[in-house]
Each structure stands twice: as C-alpha cells, then as structure tokens.
C-alpha cells in the first residue's frame, strides 16, 4: 500500500502566470504502514523497496518544492492535542505578570516563557529580506510588519539533554509554572510525539534526497528541540490585518504543529507564490527550517511564513464566542533542531553543490546564537564561543 493520500487539503493560491486563483492538492504522507501498532516504533528496516523509495522521494520533493509537508501519523492523536491546547489556554489566559516570571532573558527566552512585543520579525531587520518582499506580485506579498510580534510563546525542553556542551545556555534545564501540576507530564506527552514524527519524516526526507536513513536524525540526537506553544490574543488583537507572527523563516530544522482552532497561517512556496494553510483533521503540518537548509547546501530551503489575522480569522473569533471557548489562538508548534554541538555542512552529494559555499561549517549552537541576535532574542550577539 502506498502511504500516500490525495485531496485531502485544498490550499488556494494565485497563479503567478494566470494571476488566476487556483486550488493546489499537497499530498498527505501517512506513516502508519510503518508504525508497528504494539511498540508504537516507527521503522523502515527491512521494508525498503520501491513503492518505499517512491514515498521517500515524494516528501523530498514535497519539502523541496513548497517548504510544507502534511503527515498523518497514528501516534499523535486529536485527543492529546486537545489536552495539551487546553492546558496552554489556561496558561496564555493569566496575567501577563504571571507568565513574566517563567521569562529567562539570559537564556535567550529559549526556555520559559516567551513575552509579547518582544521578537522582532526577520524581514523587519533584514533589509534584503523586506525588499525582496516587496518585490512580489501584491497579492503575493507578505503583510509588512512595523514592530516586534505580538505572540506569546513557551519554550520546553524535549528529548535528553547532552552530558557535555560548548552552549548550556541553549540546554538549560525545565521551567514549570506554578499552579498546573499536570504541566511536565502534558507537555512530555505530547512534545515526545511531535518528535517521533520529525524524526519519522526526516528518515524518509533522507533516503528521499539519497543520504543514508539516518543522515538527519544522527544530526538531531540530543538536540534542542522545543515544543513551543505560541499564544495570540484574539480577544485584545483580533482586528483583520494584525500580525502576530511577521514574515520570518525558522532558525531550526523541521518545525511540526497539529491544526489550529483559528486560520491566519500562510507559507511561502519557493517560485514566490503566498498560500493559506488549511490543516486537515488528524493531520500534522511540517515546515522546514534554516538548518535543513544548510544541510542540503540550498536545494531545500527554510519556508517562509506569517500567522496574521484574516476575515476567517475574524469568523472563527465569533464562532468561540458563541461557543463561550478561549479566544486565544494557540499552536502545538515543536521546533526539532540540531545538535548544539555537531557541526552543520552540506551532507554528503549536497557538498557538491554550486551553492554549497554559501553554508561553511558551523556548530549549530553558533550559528542558532547568531540567529536569536538577529531577532533580538541574544543580547549577547553570539560571540561567546
């Protein structure tokens, strides 16, 4: 059986040709032929044969050529999502002094709580970035934004920590919240799900770009993943047009998120095209990130996104409060990255590459400090390694 399913995700785009508007179909990958249903592992040993191979090359391209995956995988469930989303409306929803207290500045706001008003969008920074932007055809173009986001976010820590790092502050240990004794295990539960299925489709983005299976996860083994909830505040933002994630790409490897109660999400494919995201019930969306980037020299590059509200936005507001539910808009986002201390390069036939010289070596911990800089997240810039 081919893991592959049709049809179920319509994404409307404008055709930079026709200028027409058009519906896309991306197919949704299915790993469940390669979970087994008692351990719950997912494997590819032994089942490696050209129907496989035909799946793996299809999330390859898939990543390569629209920077956005969708996944169903029968181990990250409606119902663990719905708890974990339940859990972070009650938290986004108390006061801002309370959530300031699980804030860590000196660490980057890579653990903890993330405020408000404090990340500043890369295109807003990046003058290159803005101007290419602006560049697009208008119906393409991003909504420019003119300060810092106004997303919450919560860093948590997923996966074990390496023994011995160059970069602690990016290893830093668990913050807990006081007044939700069921945070650790909500939060474990869930992020340690996202996580086998980043590593599930990075297996197949391997064989499907012809590295070896464990290219990529061998790269990820104790890495600073983080399962990120980012929070957005309909009930005080909610006016058409606002922005609460600025035009950016992400600084990690492979981003994974469940669907969201509230559209607003749009990603960028790589010929420039402005598409809304419409996450199938049951279905994950995975994004990639600078770090794959640099490790396939270029040929897949890190998506561009926003998370903005629109008319549906608006339309779903209303709905929840009819329906008395949270009027924050909250994401499952798991952030998978590499290893602080291993050393990013193009991988294997990637060195080879015209554009390889573009992504030297580097640890990743480096290149993520640098990163943070940009954005405003590292004081310190990046250079105390």
């Not at 090359?57 to 469930?77: F, H, M, N, Q, W």
């Not at 600073?224 to 933002?237: A, E, F, I, K, R």
């Not at 990013?344 to 993520?368: C, I, N, R, T, W």
Request: proline share 6%.
């Amino acid at each position: 059986m081919v893991s592959i399913t049709l049809g179920s995700i319509s994404i409307t785009v404008s055709s930079l040709v026709s200028r027409k508007r058009v519906i896309m179909d991306i197919p949704v990958i299915d790993l469940t032929p390669y979970v087994d249903a008692v351990s719950g592992e997912f494997c590819l040993d032994g089942v490696l044969n050209p129907e496989l191979e035909k799946v793996c090359s299809e999330v390859s391209r898939i990543l390569r050529e629209t920077g956005a995956l969708l996944v169903k995988d029968p181990r990250c469930s409606a119902e663990d999502d719905a708890r974990f989303i339940g859990m972070m409306e009650r938290y986004f929803e108390m006061p801002d002094e309370f959530k300031r207290l699980q804030a860590r500045p000196h660490l980057h706001y890579q653990n903890g709580a993330t405020p408000g008003g404090l990340e500043v969008p890369r295109s807003l920074v990046v003058k290159d970035m803005l101007k290419k932007a602006r560049e697009l055809p208008k119906e393409h173009q991003p909504l420019i934004p003119t300060g810092a986001d106004l997303k919450w976010r919560y860093m948590w820590r997923i996966g074990p920590r390496p023994s011995t790092t160059r970069f602690e502050d990016l290893n830093a240990d668990h913050i807990i919240p006081e007044g939700f004794p069921e945070w650790e295990e909500t939060m474990d539960s869930w992020g340690y799900k996202l996580m086998s299925a980043v590593e599930a489709v990075a297996e197949m983005a391997a064989i499907g770009f012809g590295l070896p299976k464990d290219a990529f996860t061998s790269l990820l083994k104790n890495g600073p993943h983080l399962l990120s909830p980012t929070g957005g505040d309909l009930g005080s933002h909610g006016k058409e047009g606002t922005v609460f994630a600025g035009y950016h790409y992400d600084l990690n490897f492979l981003t994974i998120h469940y669907r969201s109660k509230f559209p607003g999400l749009y990603i960028w494919l790589r010929n420039g095209e402005k598409v809304e995201v419409k996450v199938p019930e049951g279905c994950l969306l995975i994004q990639t990130g600078k770090q794959l980037e640099w490790v396939t020299g270029g040929d897949c590059m890190a998506g561009l996104h926003e998370v903005v509200v629109t008319k549906k936005t608006i339309e779903a507001i209303k709905a929840a409060q009819e329906e008395n539910r949270s009027l924050w808009r909250v994401s499952s986002t798991l952030f998978s990255a590499v290893a602080s201390d291993a050393v990013m390069k193009p991988l294997g036939h990637f060195a080879q590459s015209p554009l390889a010289d573009k992504y030297p070596p580097v640890y990743a911990g480096e290149y993520f400090q640098k990163e943070l800089a940009v954005i405003k997240l590292n004081e310190k810039g990046g250079d105390q390694h």
